[in-house]
């Protein structure tokens, strides 16, 4: 079993920056892809940003491509998400997910996930 917990998220006004950040614990995740993924009201759950924590290859949703930074610390077993230049239309619970079946953007192969973390930008 691999644990996620969120934390950073909360209220910031448009054009400003958060990062959110993932402690994860349990199963060693050395192999695994780790994922940011958003559910905005009303809306599904759509990918964000994805990382490989063995080689930190990335890959991000066009909507974040040039504001949003995923990375990892392989010392701490966290995950971050800086995010710039945030718009209204970020605003979201952001999850952190895990895959053993190299992920990336299709959820259906994440199998761990944290609670979540809100953010919300004002306009």
């Known amino acids: 079993q691999v644990q996620l917990v969120e934390s950073g998220g909360g209220l910031v006004q448009a054009g400003g920056s958060l990062r959110l950040s993932c402690a994860a614990s349990?199963?060693?995740?050395?192999?695994?892809?780790m994922g940011w993924f958003r559910q905005a009201p009303g809306k599904e759950r759509e990918f964000v940003a994805a990382i490989t924590w063995s080689y930190g290859s990335t890959n991000y949703a066009d909507s974040v491509k040039g504001r949003f930074t995923i990375s990892r610390d392989n010392a701490k077993n966290t995950m971050y998400l800086q995010m710039n230049s945030l718009k209204p239309e970020d605003t979201a619970v952001y999850y952190c997910?895990?895959?053993?079946?190299?992920?990336?953007?299709?959820?259906?192969?994440?199998?761990?996930w944290g609670q979540g973390t809100q953010v919300t930008v004002s306009s």
């Open positions: 349990g199963r060693t995740i050395s192999r695994y892809v």
């Open positions: 997910a895990a895959s053993e079946l190299g992920g990336w953007a299709r959820q259906s192969l994440y199998h761990y």
